[in-house]
């Protein structure tokens, strides 16, 4: 018999420079910042109002925008009288009132820390996650993820999370891991890189408040 072998050429990779990275940083910024509307908000998809605009806000403020940028206020103003109903929207301002000004806006991250406890799943089968709305009887590790990165980022300012709630997360994320080390949309799916990804910070996040030193 004859075997053949095919030789398969390495992928080039190109350096990438520190200074294209801050280049690729700043064209994002200017991109987000054109693209905000004049009422402070950024376009969304319908019903999820709030969820484009608290995202766009953090990504700026992430980038190293300053809190008290034009942009940044008018993204604030317009998020400050809304009050969101979702886990996704209500994490995503809650991070970003975190990040900003959270010594202005405590109370609203508290009452969103409440909120988020609240509608933690606990029905068999899905306990410790979150789901879309309130009332949500499975949740999913995307929500679930933003979820405990808004707590985790009020544990943060000084806004303590009820224990109960980090210990029915870190359950959920052990006991749903698939064998091959990933992570799913949901528990028994088939696992992908950005859930997996999901999976590590969540199980990082939960295992640092559960076993928090004394």
């Known amino acids: 018999s004859t075997v053949s072998a095919v030789a398969v050429a390495p992928v080039a990779r190109?350096?990438?420079?520190?200074?294209?990275?801050?280049?690729?940083?700043?064209?994002?910024?200017?991109?987000?910042?054109?693209?905000?509307l004049a009422d402070g908000r950024w376009a969304g998809w319908p019903g999820k109002e709030g969820g484009v605009t608290s995202l766009s806000t953090l990504a700026l403020l992430s980038a190293g925008v300053p809190a008290d940028d034009p942009s940044i206020q008018r993204a604030l103003a317009w998020l400050r009288v809304r009050r969101?109903?979702?886990?996704?929207?209500?994490?995503?301002?809650t991070m970003v009132f975190c990040l900003a000004e959270p010594?202005?806006?405590?109370?609203?991250?508290?009452?969103?820390?409440r909120f988020l406890e609240a509608i933690q799943v606990t029905t068999e089968?899905?306990?410790?996650?979150?789901?879309?709305?309130?009332?949500?009887?499975?949740?999913?590790?995307?929500?679930?993820?933003?979820?405990l990165l808004a707590l985790h980022e009020a544990e943060r300012v000084g806004i303590a999370v009820n224990r109960r709630t980090w210990m029915l997360a870190k359950e959920h994320w052990e006991n749903t891991q698939n064998e091959d080390g990933s992570w799913g949309y949901k528990p028994g799916h088939a696992?992908?890189?950005s859930m997996t990804a999901a999976g590590i910070g969540a199980l990082v996040i939960v295992s640092d408040k559960v076993f928090e030193a004394d």
């Open 103 to 113: 010594e202005k806006d405590r109370l609203r991250i508290e009452q969103n820390v």
């Open 84 to 93: 969101l109903k979702d886990t996704y929207t209500v994490a995503l301002q």
């Open 191 to 193: 696992g992908y890189g």
């Open 14 to 36: 190109a350096d990438i420079t520190a200074e294209q990275v801050r280049e690729a940083i700043d064209q994002s910024v200017a991109y987000l910042k054109r693209e905000q």
């Open 125 to 147: 089968g899905s306990r410790g996650t979150w789901g879309y709305t309130t009332g949500a009887t499975e949740g999913d590790n995307s929500n679930s993820q933003f979820a």
